[in-house]
C-alpha cells in the first residue's frame, strides 16, 4: 500500500519504500533541502564507484558471477535512492 505524501515532511529510503515524517512547523525546509542534497551527492558518488567497477572489463571477467551480481543490485539501490530522494525534492522546490 503507498500513502500519499505529506506536503511538507522529512522522507527516507527504506527497504522496498519511503517512510514520511510530517514536519510541516517543526523543520526548516532549507534545512530538508539540504539534506536531501547531500544524500543524492552521497549516493551519486557511491553509484560512480561501482559503475566504474563494474566498467572494468577485468573485474567483470575475473571477478565471481555472485560478486558481479552484488555489485550490480548495489548500483541498482543507488540509483533508486537518488531517485526517490530527487523527487522529494523537487516536492520542496
Do not use: H
Not at 8 to 33: C, H, K, M, N, R
Amino acid at each position: 500500500m503507498k500513502a500519499a505524501k505529506p506536503k511538507f515532511s522529512a522522507s527516507s529510503v527504506v527497504p522496498d519504500g519511503e517512510l514520511y515524517i510530517p514536519l510541516e512547523g517543526i523543520l526548516d525546509p532549507a534545512a530538508e533541502i539540504a539534506r536531501l542534497e547531500k544524500e543524492i551527492e552521497k549516493a551519486k558518488a557511491f553509484a560512480a564507484s561501482i559503475e566504474k567497477k563494474l566498467s572494468n572489463q577485468k573485474f567483470v571477467s575475473g571477478a565471481p558471477e555472485a560478486v558481479v551480481n552484488a555489485e550490480r543490485v548495489k548500483l541498482a539501490t543507488q540509483q533508486d535512492i537518488i531517485a526517490k530522494n530527487e523527487a522529494a525534492l523537487k516536492e520542496l522546490k
